[in-house]
């Protein structure tokens, strides 16, 4: 299971003073996972590249490997950053709106981050961040990962994308003004939005249409991804007053699933499962008390692998 975890530096010698190609590899998989990941928005992918980089670390010849991690990164980055590009043409043709997949992260990161870095961490990873991260272009993306969400020395971001420093610098600075724009800051309370979870599913579960207005921001939207595979809207929802009609109107297909809270992309979130099996994620993006978002994940292929 991939989770948000810190990119601890490395010596130099690391392959010989720490045990076998896989030893080092396995040590670094974590960061690997966590920018693969970040880039990509989808776990299968993350995971297929880390694969692709471990073959070409197997192949590498670890004696002229000075310094393991920044290698690895380097060659996760670029597979990612092609991937990604691969990956945004399948997109223009996707059924309705693309989310992330989600990630589950409710599970113990060692090392353990301290506080103020697992709000860094786990901001990066949250789908509101991942959804802007998709109108930057791979480089772009590629620089604000490595640099916002993991810390990278601007140098060593430099050497991984075989750019210079100054237009590095320029791309982070670029990629940080458009997310901030597109996704302004928050202080959010986890007890309160996990409250504000619960409070909506049950709304949203009875069909109360008021109890869920006074749920919704005036300006709420909501985000459905069905992939053409499972009901959802093909377009984003505009309104408090739109967004819980919606809901109210579809209460009764929820009545044979069973819901659990867990912890998605570093906040609490709703899986429904039916006969079993993940159905649906439903997560909400929470501002001033009240939902300013609702994503719902209904795509089977980005939720089959979640806890069943």
């Known amino acids: 299971m991939m989770e948000p975890v810190t990119a601890d530096d490395t010596t130099a010698g690391d392959s010989s003073a720490g045990g076998s190609l ?18 990509l928005g989808r776990v299968a992918d993350a995971e297929d590249v880390v694969q692709d980089a471990w073959l070409r670390w197997a192949s590498a010849a670890p004696d002229a490997v ?9 060659i996760t980055t670029r597979l990612a950053i092609d991937r990604l590009r691969q990956a945004q043409t399948r997109r223009e043709a996707y059924v309705g709106p693309w989310l992330p997949e989600p990630l589950e992260t409710d599970v113990h990161v060692t090392p353990v981050p301290d506080t103020a870095e697992r709000v860094v961490l786990t901001e990066s990873v949250s789908l509101a961040v991942l959804v802007v991260l998709e109108s ?12 916002e969400a993991f810390g990278f020395p601007y140098a060593e971001i430099a050497t991984a994308l075989d750019r210079g420093e100054p237009a590095v610098r320029q791309l982070a600075g670029r990629a940080r003004r458009h997310v901030a724009e597109r996704r302004p800051r928050f202080e959010v309370d986890p007890a309160q939005q996990r409250d504000l979870t619960e409070r909506f599913l049950e709304a949203a579960g009875r069909g109360d249409l008021d109890a869920l207005l ?48 867990l912890e998605l992309n570093g906040a609490p979130a709703v899986l429904a499962t039916l006969d079993g099996r993940a159905h649906t ?18 795509n089977p292929e980005k939720v089959q692998h979640l806890r069943q």
């Open 22 to 39: 896989t030893a080092v590899f396995e040590r670094h998989r974590p960061v690997l996972l966590g920018v693969a990941y970040r880039m």
């Open 136 to 147: 930057l272009s791979p480089l772009e993306r590629a620089v604000f990962v490595l640099r």
């Open 281 to 298: 994620v439903l997560q909400l993006d929470v501002a001033d008390g009240l939902v300013q978002c609702v994503y719902i994940v209904a």
């Open 66 to 74: 000075r310094q393991p991690r920044a290698y690895l990164v380097r």
């Open 214 to 261: 006074r749920l919704l921001a005036p300006d709420a939207r909501l985000v459905g991804d069905g992939g053409g595979k499972a009901k959802a809207p093909l377009r984003t929802l505009t309104s408090a007053d739109n967004v819980g009609r919606f809901l109210a109107a579809i209460a009764h297909e929820g009545a044979a699933m069973e819901f659990q809270l």
